[in-house]
């Protein structure tokens, strides 16, 4: 899949919206499973969300359903992660990366190959 590029992260107000997309440079996410993950400083990295490689069977972090949605666009080669109503404890780093396993939901760390290198997202109060 290539190196992995997350983009998108930002200052934001509580309440706000951004969106985050991952894109593969010298490679393609079509065949992989793609998910989002985040760490906040002092905390585990943990899952936010992820998408089948055929951008089907979003899941979600119970955190997150229903405030961030994750799409895939093998076309243009990229993952993204709108996420809306933030508060100040989604602050984080968020990363990319790409399931080991294409048949397998894409839910741990422990399930992804590559990662990207990450993007801050900072919600203000």
């Known amino acids: 899949q290539g190196q992995l590029i997350e983009s998108g992260g930002g200052l934001v107000q509580a309440g706000g919206s951004l969106t985050l997309a991952c894109t593969a440079s010298?490679?393609?996410?079509?065949?992989?499973?793609v998910g989002w993950f985040r760490q906040a400083p002092g905390k585990w990295r943990e899952f936010v969300a992820s998408i089948s490689w055929s951008g089907t069977m979003p899941k979600y972090a119970d955190s997150v359903k229903g405030r961030f949605t994750i799409s895939k666009d093998n076309a243009k080669n990229a993952v993204y992660l709108q996420m809306s109503s933030l508060t100040p404890e989604d602050t984080a780093e968020y990363y990319c990366?790409?399931?080991?396993?294409?048949?397998?939901?894409?839910?741990?760390?422990?399930?992804?190959?590559?990662w990207g290198q990450g993007t801050q997202v900072i919600v203000s109060s």
């Open positions: 010298g490679g393609t996410l079509s065949s992989y499973p």
């Open positions: 990366g790409t399931g080991r396993n294409l048949y397998q939901p894409l839910t741990s760390t422990r399930g992804v190959g590559t």
